[in-house]
């Protein structure tokens, strides 16, 4: 499988059963395609849908189904639509268990760095913050290294999306959980070795006994 299905698959396993989910553009999309069978999960986005699922097969979109970054979902029978006043209020009144959002850094500290793109204009950072803010959990998924230059870096070179730490970094080499002591190796991806992944990450690592391997 390629790196965006192996992060999408590790951070299904951290969905929990009757919860309210949103996803990220990009790469946090692709979480609902592995959703374990029997797990009711709610996926919510930012332009007003609780409900959606993963994208529809070609020729089967639905121009009025689509999530915050434009691209095509599905509709889960019981979905809901509203508008952006009614989705950020659940977002900015602390109502979504879980947050599943990209990156472009991630400091010592767990804070995530996800809406300037250097060279590129970009309208703004969107939800970021409030979802970063508002969200009970914050998980970032994102490649480990961006053309061999590591992202999970000691301190942020980009703007920061918010002061609040993430929970949980899901990379295509690690599981790294932010802490107040620093950032602490979870997991490591499957054939991936300690030794690769100290060597693609800029910021320290804490790493206590036997890491496993990531279960996808």
């Known amino acids: 499988m390629d790196f965006r299905e192996l992060i999408a698959r590790r951070v299904a396993r951290e969905l929990h059963d009757n919860t309210l989910v949103n996803l990220g553009i990009g790469l946090p999309t692709l979480v609902a395609r592995f959703v374990p069978a029997g ?3 709610y996926f919510q986005s ?7 699922g993963a994208r529809p097969p070609e020729g089967m979109e639905d121009v009025h189904l689509t999530d915050a970054g434009g691209a095509f979902v599905s509709a889960l029978p019981g979905a809901v639509a509203f508008d952006s006043a009614m989705s950020f209020a659940l977002i900015r ?5 879980t947050t599943v959002l990209g990156g472009l850094q991630v400091d010592q500290s767990g804070r995530l760095a996800n809406w300037m793109i250097p060279g590129q204009l970009v309208p703004g950072m969107g939800g970021a913050m409030d979802l970063v803010g508002g969200a009970r959990r914050v998980i970032v998924a994102m490649s480990h290294t961006q053309k061999t230059v590591p992202k999970i870096v000691p301190e942020l070179t980009l703007p920061a999306t918010s002061l609040r730490p993430a929970n949980l970094i899901v990379t295509e080499m690690a599981v790294i959980a932010p802490s107040p002591e620093g950032l602490v190796l979870r997991e490591r991806a499957p054939g991936i070795s300690i030794d690769a992944i100290l060597r693609a990450t800029a910021a320290e690592l804490r790493i206590t006994g036997d890491i496993p391997e990531m279960e996808i």
């Not at 930012?46 to 959606?52: K, Q």
């Not at 009144?93 to 268990?97: A, K, P, T, V, Y």
């Open 46 to 52: 930012e332009n007003g849908i609780i409900g959606f």
């Open 93 to 97: 009144g602390g109502h979504l268990d």
């Open 39 to 41: 797990l009711r999960v």
